[in-house]
């Protein structure tokens, strides 16, 4: 075992606290890395405080890691030492499943590994997060990194970004189709840049007229403000698509009016139950309301890819770990433009 160092949180009430524990040394398919920028993701607030009543603690969270890589196993074909590298949300799955089998490990039937609030698989030794100086992953569940990107703004890629490519590529998002964007926040900025990139005609949809100078400079080429019901009136039986962001239980039938005939709605940011969907709205007009869940490996490796071609990073701010209790707080507040990224050479 190696020794490590990090930030955890020992119960629902505490906040975070520097935290010593032991990885395992990096076997024979193994990657080990040296751990340069972590993002910080809502989910990291959520697990930390019990919201979905499955935490395990100590937690040290974290799941948008970058940095390089100091040891390979002796089986490790795609890496060596000094590449960039990076791990999301999984570090394992059964690999044998319908869904492993499709390159979706991110639905494994058996349940995937978890990157932290998990258990290692075949053991009860808790994996714990990118709040931290190193981590070790198998080889399946790290991705490249493209060396042009900038490297901080690369690491919530491996959450928020992927989370709104995944959709997008399933329903093929591209040239002459407008898509819809609601909620412009940590996914919501991501979903208009690669919406943008693959040619699609843009709209932010959000409550807040304010955001709107924003949008448009992330790429979106219209703004509809869904509390204006001229502008939702303008705008209805038109969309191929709508990328749903918001974070919270809401009514969607409202935004399901915006839908042409077969146009899809995909749920990404909410967990938590929502208000009930009238059945009509979906049968008249051939509507689908689906959700999808981050990415599996391969598809993370294409988004990098995506982004590495098209120059596309995160928009972020740094913090210190030492300051990353503080970071939560405004994160609960909205007070990020659109990401938190712990520079992790300041945990010293």
Not at 137 to 158: C, G, S, W
Not at 184 to 209: C, D, N, Q, R, Y
Not at 234 to 261: E, M, Q, R
Not at 295 to 315: K, R, S, W
Request: with cysteine; proline share 5%; aromatic share 8%.
């Amino acid at each position: 075992m190696a020794h490590a160092h990090g930030y955890a949180v020992k119960d629902a009430q505490s906040p975070l606290v520097p935290f010593q524990f032991e990885r395992r040394e990096p076997g024979p398919h193994d990657v080990c890395i040296d751990i340069l920028y972590c993002g910080i993701c809502h989910s990291d607030l959520h697990q930390a405080r019990d919201d979905w009543s499955n935490s395990l603690y100590p937690m040290v969270p974290g799941h948008e890691i970058v940095g390089r890589v100091t040891a390979v196993g002796a089986h490790v074909k795609k890496y060596k030492v000094g590449d960039l590298a990076g791990v999301g949300c999984m570090v394992g799955s059964c690999r044998h499943c319908s869904a492993c089998a499709a390159d979706l490990e991110q639905y494994c039937e058996e349940g995937a590994t978890w990157t932290y609030n998990g258990t290692e698989r075949n053991s009860d030794q808790l994996t714990f997060g990118g709040y931290s100086d190193h981590i070790v992953v198998e080889e399946h569940f790290v991705v490249k990194v493209p060396e042009n990107l900038d490297l901080k703004a690369v690491a919530p890629l491996l959450c928020a970004g992927i989370t709104t490519y995944s959709p997008l590529r399933y329903v093929k998002a591209g040239p002459g189709q407008k898509i819809g964007v609601i909620g412009l926040g940590g996914l919501g900025h991501m979903g208009v840049k690669f919406a943008k990139a693959m040619g699609a005609h843009v709209v932010m949809i959000t409550t807040s007229p304010d955001k709107g100078k924003d949008a448009k400079r992330l790429g979106a080429d219209e703004i509809l403000v869904s509390r204006d019901p001229t502008d939702m009136h303008k705008h209805a039986n038109s969309f191929d698509f709508l990328l749903n962001t918001i974070p919270v239980g809401h009514d969607v039938n409202p935004y399901l009016g915006l839908l042409k005939l077969d146009g899809k709605m995909g749920m990404v940011g909410v967990l938590t139950p929502i208000d009930p969907v009238i059945g009509g709205n979906l049968i008249f007009g051939r509507k689908s309301l689906f959700g999808s869940g981050i990415g599996g490996m391969a598809e993370t490796q294409e988004m990098l890819d995506f982004c590495g071609q098209h120059n596309i990073v995160a928009d972020v701010e740094m913090v210190s770990i030492k300051d990353v209790n503080q970071a939560w707080h405004r994160m609960e507040k909205n007070d990020v433009r659109y990401r938190f990224v712990i520079d992790m050479a300041t945990l010293g």
